[in-house]
C-alpha cells in the first residue's frame, strides 16, 4: 500500500481533476488506516463526479464507519437516488438513519461543524475575496455548557502560504454561530490555467469544560482560472 500510495498521490498531482484518481487514493488511505485522508478524497471524487453514485456511496460508508452518521445518512441517500437498487447502500443508509436518531436523542456532541459554504473563488476576484472572505463556516453548540476560545482555520495547500484564521470568544449551550473566513492565495493560485478541484483544510480547535478538542475536516472547491482575462498577469507583487 505506500508504494500505491505515493504513486497515486503523484497520480492525483499530474491529473487533479480525474476523480478516479482520487477515489483509488482514498481507498488506499482507508487501508492504510489514515481515514481523514481518506474520506476526503471520496468527497473530493463526488464533488468532480456529481453523478458517479459510486463515490458518493463510498463516501457515505466512510462516513457511517468513522460515526458521522448524520453524514453518512445523507451521503448514502444522495447515492441511492442515482443507484436505487444497490443493497451494500440500502443497508449502510438503514443503519446511518438509525445512529444519527440515536445521536440526535443524545444530544450529539460539543461543536458539530453543521455547513462550510465557499464564494465564488475566480481568479479575477482574489483580491475580494482577502476582504470579503474565501468561505463561511457553520458551528453548532449542541452541549448544555458554553465552549471557548473557538479557533477556526482554513488551509489551502499549494495555494495559500499561511492559514486564514478567526477566533471567537466562546459558543452558549445549543448556539449556533457562523465564521467568516478571509485568506490570500499565493502565486500559484494566479498561475492556474484551468479550473481546478482543490481540497481546503478546515481545522476547528475549542474548550470545552477546561479540555481541548480539536476537528480536522476536508471540503472541496473550485478554483476558476480567468483565461483571457489578464487576471494572471497582474497577480502578485512582492
Known sequence: YPNAQSKLEEASRKMPNDPQVHYLLGKVYWE?????????????????????????????????????????????????????????????????????????????????????????????????LEAGGICEVYLKNGARQPVHQVKVTLMVDGFMNFPAEELLTSIPPGQARSVLLKGKMNQAAYDLKQDLSVLAEIQVTYFFNKRPFKETIYEPFLIKADLGSGAAAGALTP
Open 32 to 128: 492504510l488506516d489514515t481515514k481523514d485522508k481518506a474520506v476526503a478524497r471520496f468527497k473530493l471524487a463526488g464533488f468532480i463526479a456529481p453523478r458517479q453514485p459510486l463515490y458518493m456511496g463510498s463516501l457515505g460508508i466512510a462516513y457511517l464507519n468513522t460515526k458521522q452518521y448524520k453524514k453518512a445518512a445523507d451521503a448514502l441517500a444522495l447515492a441511492l437516488q442515482m443507484d436505487s437498487a444497490n443493497a451494500d447502500y440500502k443497508q449502510a443508509y438503514g443503519e446511518a438513519r438509525i445512529q444519527s436518531d440515536a445521536a440526535a436523542r443524545s444530544g450529539g456532541g460539543p461543536v458539530e461543524t453543521t455547513d462550510v459554504t465557499f464564494k465564488n473563488v475566480q481568479q479575477s476576484q482574489f483580491k475580494d
